[in-house]
């Protein structure tokens, strides 16, 4: 797990939270518990994807100094991150508002 990676997947887990959140009135936690609740389903299903797709094991030294920041690596993070924080979101959400 590389600390770019971690960092993307929070902050698109906390706008993806926030956007289902807004999406509908029955998902909706408020600001704080959307991206609360977002960011840790970021964190959950980035790093799902990241061990499935192996971007967590790399090829070399090489590899491992630049692991963070490859375009490929960074969008995983991101498009995990969102729906991880949408889809987790969603679900409390809907829990917490029946």
């Known amino acids: 797990m590389d600390i770019v990676g971690l960092i993307v997947q929070l902050i698109a887990g906390a706008v993806g939270g926030n956007v289902a959140g807004k999406a509908s009135s ?7 518990g959307n991206s609360i609740v977002g960011a840790i389903g970021g964190v959950v299903l980035g790093q799902i994807i990241e061990r499935v797709t192996g971007g967590a094991v790399p090829a070399d030294a090489a590899a491992t100094a630049t692991q963070g920041l490859d375009l490929a690596g ?3 993070s991101l498009i995990g991150g969102g729906a991880g924080g949408a889809v987790l979101s969603g679900i409390v959400g809907a829990i917490k508002n029946r």
Do not use: S
């Not at 029955?26 to 704080?32: C, I, L, P, S, V």
């Open 26 to 32: 029955k998902f909706d936690m408020g600001g704080a």
């Open 74 to 76: 960074i969008l995983t």
